[in-house]
């Protein structure tokens, strides 16, 4: 009924990380894609590499200003983290909309970054918390941040054989505000039309930092850059929030398909970016 | 071509065994060995028709290999109580009426079980969170609710009274 493959299920990192250097070897994590993909004869693996034994990929941890999480942390272990909870609010809020719950329980962050989908809903939370992603291959590890881990839709910077093996951010400042809207036909179990997250952060008044994370509206999830640098440096006011939504929508690069028109993404955009810099100013002023 | 191997998997509390070659899902080896209160629906993970507890924790049977759960707790909505004496979630979805066609019954009560374990007391919040990995196209969810609320309180007045 659809493909077959050998499966191996190494007990350690470097185990695992030796068995997918074979020609058209592929990591299984939580399955939540791939199987379904091989299903659909998208994949066609020669090898599977199971990481159900590496619970050393799994967990979360803070440590002074830095907080680390392991490639096989699950999203409902974001959505159980008091440290998450803490840290990265607008990642709580997009795990509860991600899928349902069987799905959750098994999707890790590793591999919602790993499938490449601009409508991937953990991404657009990273990219505002300027999360880096450590990639290992079996001659070591390097640092990507992961604004700059995307290169076109579903391709990225990481090598055939490399893996996500942690995902690390900055404990924002006190006085700052991080939030994810995920516009969608249903708040549960449905692929995101547009999804938007915002951060911002704030000394005496004066935005010091402003993030802008776009989702489905792109061949990517990606930054929009000049909307931020309108706000960064400045006092928010209603007309300064209406031109950066407006630059932002303006970045986007959305398509038509089953889910929305393209238009209404744009408009999407604009409409949320305003809600949410709105309602992250508000809430820090 | 992959080979079968003999797999001990511990289904609600007794051992099976299964020969299974490694492509071939959790799914397929419960309903192969007759745990067919595990449903076959979308096989993508949209459904939950399929789902199963892995160390009570709700996981969909379609999209978990059969190999990876080798000595793991693996419990079935039929797993969950007897006909003599029946889990909360049996009884309160019977009692409310929590179920039409039946089809997505086992998944629903078995993600419903997954999320009281996690959240003793759940939020219609909560509940609505917990369940929306599970269509239903016949009971419209309230008595579903309902059921999964009075299961979760049920399931508390045991613990305290213990």
């Known amino acids: 009924m659809y493909a077959t493959f050998d499966l191996d299920r190494p007990g350690d990192l470097a185990g695992a990380l030796a068995l997918l250097k074979a020609k058209g070897a592929v990591a299984l994590a939580g399955g939540t894609n791939l199987i379904v993909d091989v299903r659909a004869g998208r994949e066609n693996p020669r090898r599977v590499v199971s990481l159900d034994k590496l619970d050393s990929l799994r967990g979360i941890r803070q440590a002074g200003g830095k907080v680390a999480i392991g490639g096989r942390t699950t999203v409902t272990d974001l959505l159980r983290s008091p440290i998450i909870a803490k840290t990265a609010p607008a990642l709580v809020e997009s795990a509860r909309q991600f899928a349902g719950q069987m799905v959750r329980n098994t999707a890790t962050v590793a591999g919602n970054i790993a499938c490449g989908s601009p409508a991937a809903d953990l991404v657009p939370p990273l990219f505002a918390l300027d999360a880096e992603l450590t990639l290992a291959s079996p ?42 809207y995920k516009l969608a036909r249903r708040k549960g179990d449905a692929i995101t ?44 006011t209603p007309a300064l929030i209406e031109s950066a939504a407006k630059a932002a929508a303006a970045a986007a690069r959305p398509i038509d398909d089953v889910r929305a028109s393209a238009a209404y993404r744009r408009h999407g955009v604009h409409v949320l970016v305003r809600r949410l810099l709105g309602q992250a100013w508000e809430q820090l002023s | 071509m992959p080979k079968d191997r003999a797999l001990a998997l511990r289904v609600n509390g007794r051992t099976v065994e299964v020969e299974i070659p490694p492509h071939r899902t959790l799914l397929e080896a419960l309903r192969d060995t007759g745990f067919v209160d595990v449903k076959r629906g979308c096989e993508k993970g949209d459904c ?36 003599e004496n029946m889990h909360p979630l049996q009884k309160t979805f019977v009692e409310k009426g929590a179920i039409q066609c039946g089809y997505c019954t086992p998944g629903l009560i078995v993600a419903a079980q997954s999320l009281i374990s996690m959240t003793p007391n759940p939020s219609e919040e909560d509940i609505r969170v917990g369940l929306s990995g599970n269509l239903c196209r016949c009971t419209g ?22």
Not at chain 2, 141 to 162: D, I, L, T
């Open chain 1, 139 to 180: 001659r070591g590890q390097r640092t990507v941040p992961i604004a700059s881990y995307f290169t076109g839709y579903k391709k990225d910077v990481r090598r055939p054989g490399e893996l996500i093996t942690r995902i690390s951010w900055k404990a924002p400042p006190p006085r700052s505000r991080a939030l994810f």
């Open chain 1, 193 to 236: 039309v547009v999804g938007v997250a915002v951060a911002l952060d704030i000394e005496r008044g004066i935005c010091r930092r402003a993030r802008i994370a776009l989702g489905a509206v792109a061949p990517t999830v990606f930054r929009a850059r000049e909307a931020e640098a309108m706000l960064e440096g400045q006092t928010l």
């Open chain 2, 48 to 83: 939950g028709a399929c789902a199963v507890l892995i160390d009570g924790v709700a996981v969909d049977a379609c999209l978990t290999l059969a190999w990876t759960v080798e000595g793991r707790d693996i419990v079935t909505a039929a797993g969950l109580g007897t006909h």
């Open chain 2, 141 to 162: 969810y309230a008595k579903v609710f309902e059921a999964v609320r009075e299961a979760a309180a049920e399931v508390r007045n045991q613990r305290s009274r213990r």
